[in-house]
């Protein structure tokens, strides 16, 4: 089924049809890409792209190429019926759900992108591949929507980069603009990957924002290769296996030794909680 209508939402599935609305439709288009098993950090995306458009498309589709784990892929959250019926509420315009056949038609393989240092550095280093399938994705899902505007959240500071660089290497118009991480009462970053936490490492894991946020008490006490050694220590401590902790430059994402170094240093860490690999990052002020 290519199409539905709802009351106050349009829905899809096949390119074309999606693609057909948006001609005919007046006015800008505002996009937010999602992966599904949508949170309240989605729902502010969305009202961030309807300040800033007049039409908010947003994508639901579990992109295969950028996982590197066949497990992580099959075990990732979904819920069709609940992402629609939050869209709906939250005031969503249009929803999609691109099918595997619009999206590679060619076989199920990432285009190759010239990312530079972004390839290389935190979760570049750590998921090999993985940017590619995001670049190749975005591009594609760019390429059928055409927006002009598009919203990412900060939680995903590096992806954000990598699309921004592959935005300027297709030539895509659309303006990416991000929006601040949204948190849990106890500081652990909203991610649908939370859902998959089991109860004792969902206790555990607001100590990554803890530990970010005493590295930038720390500034004036330890170097950042000091303050990076503590919050590795701090997360360990809580059961949780970090697999880095990196403090870099905001701009360049390329690490500092002196704090002088960066006008705007960023804390990123990736850890795992039980079988759950959770991301996260803060700007030391």
Request: overall charge negative; glycine content about 6%; hydrophobic content about 40%.
């Amino acid at each position: 089924m290519p199409y539905v209508s709802s009351r106050f939402m349009h829905i899809f599935r096949a390119v074309e049809s999606l693609s057909q609305f948006l001609e005919e439709s007046e006015g800008r288009v505002g996009f937010v890409p999602t992966m599904g098993a949508l949170h309240q950090g989605h729902l502010e995306l969305v009202k961030e792209a309807k300040s800033k458009s007049d039409i908010v498309v947003v994508s639901v589709y579990v992109n295969p190429t950028q996982f590197n784990n066949p497990d992580d892929l099959k075990n990732y959250p979904r819920d069709e019926e609940g992402d629609r019926s939050k869209l709906e509420s939250a005031g969503c315009d249009v929803l999609w759900f691109p099918q595997e056949s619009d999206m590679y038609p060619d076989g199920v393989h990432s285009e190759q992108f010239d990312l530079g240092i972004l390839e290389n550095v935190m979760e570049g280093s750590f998921r090999p591949g993985h940017y590619q399938g995001v670049a190749t994705i975005v591009d594609r899902l760019f390429s059928a929507v055409r927006p002009d505007v598009a919203i990412f959240g900060e939680k995903d500071f590096q992806q954000v980069a990598v699309i921004r660089r592959m935005a300027e290497l297709k030539s895509h118009p659309t303006e990416i603009f991000t929006a601040s991480t949204i948190r849990e009462k106890d500081g652990l970053a909203m991610s649908s990957r939370n859902l998959l936490l089991e109860p004792n490492y969902r206790e555990a894991s607001p100590v990554i924002y803890k530990a970010m946020k005493r590295a930038g008490e720390d500034r004036e006490n330890m170097s950042p290769d000091h303050a990076k050694a503590a919050a590795i220590r701090e997360i360990q401590s809580s059961g949780l296996d970090v697999e880095y902790v990196e403090i870099v430059d905001s701009s360049t994402l390329s690490s500092i030794v002196k704090w002088d170094e960066s006008e705007e240093p960023r804390i990123f860490v990736a850890a795992y909680a039980g079988k759950v690999r959770l991301i996260d990052n803060l700007k030391l002020n």
